[in-house]
Every structure is written in C-alpha cells, then in structure tokens.
C-alpha cells in the first residue's frame, strides 16, 4: 500500500518546481522590461551637440552651469537658467551684463579660469570659448560635459550662431528659437531708425595708452553696425580686431569715432597732433565716448540691442527747438 505515495509525492514537486520557475522568469521578464524603458527614456532624453571641439553627449536639461565668457551668461539667463559659476574680471561685471544682481560663484578670470573651483561646483555643463578655452577643452571635459563655441574675436552673426548651440545644450531648443525670433524683431524695429543711405563710415576703437584697436566691419559690433545701414571704417582686414596708429586712422578718415575706452594721456597727446585734428570726425565734433563693456566685452543678444540703441541716439541727436 506504500508504493502509490511515490508518484503523487513526485508529482507534488514537479508541480513547485514549475510554479517556481514561472515566478522567476515573470520577475526576469519584469526587469528586462523596466532596463528596456529606462534605456529607452535615456536614449530619447539624450542629444549629441556639436561645437567647435566636436561633439559632446548632454542628457536632460543641465542646471548646474558654469560659463566662461560673457555672452554665454546672457544666453543662458534668457534661457531660464542662472550659471552657478561664472567667469569675470571685476566685482560688477555681471551687474553691468544683466542689470541686476544674481548669485554666483566666482571662478577665475576669462583669461584664465580656476579649474578646481569649477570642479567643486559639480556642474552638469561648461559653456567655454574658442578663442580663449580651447587649450583646456581636455581639463574642462574631464570635469564636466563641455562644449566650445564662439564668442570673443567673433562676429554679430556668430555669436547668434551660438546661442542656438547654448539653448539646443539646455534642452530649449524651441524656446531658443523664440527668443531669437524676438531679439530679430528688435534688431528690424531699431534699424528703421538709421536713415537710408547713411554716408558715414564709424570707427569703433579702444583707445589705450600706447594705441588705438580699432574693431573692423567683421567684429561684433562692426557686423551688427554695418547690418543696420552704419558703414565701418575698416572694411579691408583679415582680422576682426587691429591694432591702429595715428597715421592710419587718418588714413582711414571715420566720419565718427566711437571711443570704447580713453587714454586720457594719448588723447591728449594726439590732439598735439595735426593729423588728430584733420580727421573728419575730429573736425566736425563726432567722437563719442561709450560704455567699453557693452560695446566690446558683453557680446549678447540684449547687449547687441542697447549698442544699436546707442549708435541712434549718438548719430541722430534730437534736436532741441
């Protein structure tokens, strides 16, 4: 009567053995399944962004930005994010840049940025640039994701240019695209106020104590100038920048100076000069004294609107009756 436990008691536990294995594989296909989603909203939330070093791989939208130059604290506060470091010379720059005050950390200079002061922020992004960043585009990546783009040395367009590549980095794309749109507007709206054929070559310059540098229609402010209708002196340079003599600012003969910054000890030498005194803008009182950093630092969208502004006014004086 023993022998018909055997089959029953074999039965039973092939019957666990079963039930045990279908527990397994629906937990294992459970797991497959959720790797295969996060995998997938990785992959989707993933964008390859091209720059002026290559390519850097971005996931999500960064917060934790450090920028080394100034345009890129414009872009990026007019795309909702405030960097958590910034790049500056002086106490107030940032002030001077957007008007207001914003919380930041200080790290280093344009010039020569503090590596380990950006690497205990713990950014999820670096914004560097071209002209000044490209010799520790390595250190900076093995920081954080890095992109280079260009900004010091580059024209009015390319610096639109760059914006776009910031705001595709942030994840905004779309809303970059709208703010671009608007800052266009602007730029149309204010141009209506040069007048039509305007005969008047300008000179931008930063008059320091041993020379003038003289931004050319490819600089910044020459290129956005020259867009709304206001010739440049310097059209025949390979170089946005070019350091300028006496000699060869009269022989360049502006029709108006604007003066980015003033050696008081060169002007006053210079005015000794004869050849100071026959420039047309000289003779005919159209030197200008503007804002250095906004005209030849900032390089924003909001700071390429306030120079046009400026030009206007400079070059269209209301007249008091």
Not at 285 to 314: D, H, P
Request: proline letters at 4%.
């Amino acid at each position: 009567m023993e022998t018909p436990k055997q089959p029953l008691r074999t039965a039973v536990m092939l019957a666990a053995i079963v039930t045990l294995l279908t527990f397994i594989m629906a937990g294992c296909g459970s797991q497959s399944k959720d790797n295969n989603t996060a995998t997938s909203q990785a992959t989707g939330d993933t964008r390859v962004i091209k720059h002026e070093m290559g390519e850097t791989r971005i996931t999500g939208k960064p917060k934790r930005i450090v920028t080394l130059e100034f345009s890129f604290v414009d872009a990026t506060t007019q795309l909702g994010v405030t960097p958590v470091g910034i790049a500056q010379e002086n106490d107030d720059d940032i002030d001077g840049l957007l008007g207001k005050k914003i919380d930041f950390t200080p790290v280093g200079t344009r010039k020569q940025p503090n590596l380990e002061t950006i690497s205990s922020l713990k950014p999820d992004l670096i914004i560097a640039d071209l002209n000044r960043h490209k010799g520790i585009y390595k250190e900076l990546s093995e920081i954080a994701p890095t992109i280079v783009l260009k900004s010091r040395n580059s024209s009015y367009e390319q610096n639109l240019a760059s914006f776009g590549v910031i705001a595709d980095a942030l994840g905004e794309k779309e809303k970059g695209e709208q703010i671009l749109a608007a800052h266009k507007a602007n730029m149309k709206k204010l141009k209506q106020g040069v007048k039509a054929g305007e005969p008047r070559s300008v000179l931008v310059g930063v008059f320091r104590s041993d020379s003038l540098t003289g931004h050319a229609a490819s600089s910044f402010d020459g290129q956005l100038l020259e867009q709304a209708g206001i010739r440049n002196a310097l059209q025949n340079t390979s170089e946005p920048t070019v350091k300028l003599t006496l000699e060869q600012i009269a022989q360049a003969d502006p029709d108006v100076i604007f003066m980015a910054e003033a050696d008081e000890k060169l002007i006053s030498e210079w005015k000794q000069n004869p050849l100071w005194q026959n420039i047309t803008a000289v003779k005919k009182g159209e030197v200008y004294e503007v804002n250095r950093a906004l005209w030849t630092r900032y390089r924003g969208l909001g700071s390429a609107e306030k120079i046009l502004e400026q030009a206007i006014s400079l070059l269209y004086p209301v007249q008091s009756k």
